[in-house]
T-cell receptor, first 111, second 109 residues
Framework: EAGVTQSPTHLIKTRGQQATLRCSPI?????VYWYQQALGLGLQFLLW???????NRGNFPPRFSGRQFPNYSSELNVNALELEDSALYLC??????????FGDGTRLSIL | KNEVEQSPQNLTAQEGEFITINCSYS?????LHWLQQHPGGGIVSLFM???GKKKHGRLIATINIQEKHSSLHITASHPRDSAVYIC???????????FGEGTQLTVNP
């Protein structure tokens, strides 16, 4: 079966711009999670979507937002980009409380 | 204090050595994950544990719920085991995972 796919693989933006990251979950999975891994730091939980609704949110400013579509794919939007937003963004999917499966990530670089 | 703490942060071993990575947590959990992160960021889920011990090839994971502690062991380590190993817990109060800072393992030939 196809795994979790994320696009793009790499994204380069400048300060103040907006970035959109996309995630397609494994077929049958209804939950999508977003995580941020900044350089030198561990993974930090960003957002959890299930059945189209935001279920939980990590300690990130409102500049970080997202949505989940009826086909369960998801977008993560980051507005007013700052240098500190440079990181690897990982998406994971699961069926409700089952184990999460991770994508390969999108590396966002802010110049 | 982090809810999930791993030790050591960095570990260098010679090929063939037995390796242990430890994870301690302070919250009630329903499950604990061991993840392997390859250079470039791709993550592989190694184990999900709620009790006891699991073995897969040269990897063994154990968990002691009473002591809130888990270990990941690698027997007969190999340079291809070089990666970051991350412990993550699923709290009983929710679905999201809380991650440790990771252990950077380097196995030299």
């Amino acid at each position: 079966e196809a795994g979790v796919t994320q696009s793009p693989t790499h994204l380069i933006k400048t300060r103040g711009q907006q970035a959109t990251l996309r995630c397609s979950p494994i077929s049958g999975h209804t939950s999508v999670y977003w995580y941020q891994q900044a350089l030198g730091l561990g993974l930090q939980f960003l957002l959890w979507y299930d059945e189209g609704e935001e279920r939980n949110r990590g300690n990130f400013p409102p500049r970080f937002s997202g949505r989940q579509f009826p086909n369960y794919s998801s977008e993560l939007n980051v507005n007013a980009l700052e240098l500190e937003d440079s990181a690897l963004y990982l998406c994971a999917s699961s069926f409700w409380l089952q184990p999460q499966h991770f994508g390969d990530g999108t590396r966002l670089s802010i110049l | 204090k982090n809810e999930v703490e791993q030790s050591p942060q960095n570990l260098t071993a010679q090929e063939g050595e037995f390796i242990t990575i430890n994870c301690s947590y302070s919250v009630g959990i329903s499950a604990l994950h061991w993840l392997q992160q390859h250079p470039g960021g791709g993550i592989v889920s190694l184990f999900m544990l709620s009790s006891g011990k699991k073995k897969h090839g040269r990897l063994i994971a154990t968990i002691n719920i009473q002591e809130k502690h888990s270990s990941l062991h690698i027997t007969a380590s190999h340079p291809r085991d070089s990666a970051v190993y991350i412990c993550a817990v699923k709290e009983t109060s929710g679905s999201r995972l809380t991650f440790g800072e990771g252990t950077q393992l380097t196995v030299n030939p």
